[in-house]
């Protein structure tokens, strides 16, 4: 494209074109502007290149261009292309996606409820949870336990379950009183400064009180991302908590919901990131990758148990959305499952995930390198002014963002949230983009090293 045209592309763009999350200082730097997907890679309006570890914002991990979906999709499109979801209606591949997911997800997990995005999902878990005591004749039993640094989405609903103060800060009061935070399972940044080896599983203990300290007969149900995501990096639950959770909600009455919308859909190795625990909770959260990143779709999927509680007393969901369950997303999300399957990716994720893993190891050497975590795919690089002590880098310096920016100018696209550094590349990452990735990460912290004399 020439140069006058992307010129008013720009001007068109930064005049009429409201980003979400926008960075103002960013798009007056220099907004990008993609025009194709190929794999892991993306091209932008310049013909530049990019290695995208973070598969679009951790959506598309078969990767870009699967003729396959575009051509389940366009097949869908000239049959029907939308009839909602909705009273006694139903399309075929919303059919057969939900019989398939049925057959994917663990213990009965096994009646969906689609939506449009994450944050519908958890909203909808969280209503379902509600409503479901509401109609057993415990309209008090309402309150959801969120923790604190995970993030649900941003519906008010969600949002109030989210503990990131930073988000709900413009938006309060959020729906309160009836949501409550308990504990992270942050071990590198543990609250109470105990060590994983030693702590047992305080973090659970925390969350028993906070269930408690809330009076147990107004909680309706604890929601929580088995995997804490991006925001700060991946901290993988210490063995027992997410079991223990299991253990504590069963022996209380109340629901477990689990947001898999960033961990799951074979990111950690498994195709449901409870697996790794063995956990089933009541309730599990799915979108982003579940689409693959072709179109917008999320997803519920209930114990039949709890489905057939609305069935059996005859109750609808007063609840949905126009968009639910469109057949033509459904027929992508089918075909998306289908690739995943025949290309073997989640055996996939778990294989270069070890791989990944071992070259990430090797940035250990940096000091300013305090902590690698993460699970298959999901990794994350905690930057720190002091390995020993942990002392964070001074956030006016902005070293992440820093990284960042030399990663992007040299054609790899890297997401920090501060001095967080998160990859969460596409399934289908090869042993040699691995080593790309690690080439270019390694030369921006060398970088920085020397910029900021760290
Ligand atoms: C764990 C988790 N839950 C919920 C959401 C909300 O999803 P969406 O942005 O699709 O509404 C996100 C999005 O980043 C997420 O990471």
Known sequence: MDKKKIEELVKVAKKYVWTSLS??????KELKIFVKGEGCYLTDIHGKRYLDTFASLLTTICGHHRPEIARAVQEQMEKLEFFPSYHDCYTVPVIRLAEKLASLAPGDLSVSFFVNDGSEACESAIKMARQYFWQKGEPSRYKIIGRRYSYHGATLGALSATGLPDFAEPFQPLLSPGFSHAMSTWCYHCELGLEPSSCNLACLKNMEQVILGEKLETVAAVIVDPIPGSNIGYPVPPDGYLQGL???????????????IQVGFGKTGKFFCCENWKVVPDFLCLAKGFSGGYLPMGVVI???????EFRRAGKDFRHGFTFSGNPTVAAAVLANIEIIEKERLVEKAATIGKFLKERLKGLYKYPIVGDIRGMGTLWAIELVANKKSKVPLNPKLKVGTY?????????????????????????????????????LMEQAIQDAIKHFNL
Not at 23 to 28: G, K, L, Q, V
Not at 247 to 258: T, V
């Open 403 to 439: 990284i960042r920016d030399h990663c992007w100018k040299n054609g790899m696209i890297l997401r920090n949230n501060g001095d967080i550094l998160v990859i969460a590349p596409a399934l289908i990452i090869t042993k040699s983009e691995v080593d790309e990735m690690i080439r």
């Open 23 to 28: 960075d103002y200082a960013d798009i007056e």
């Open 302 to 308: 209930a114990k039949s148990e709890i489905a057939d």
């Open 246 to 260: 299991r253990a504590l909600c069963d022996n209380y009455g109340i629901f477990l919901i689990f947001d898999e």
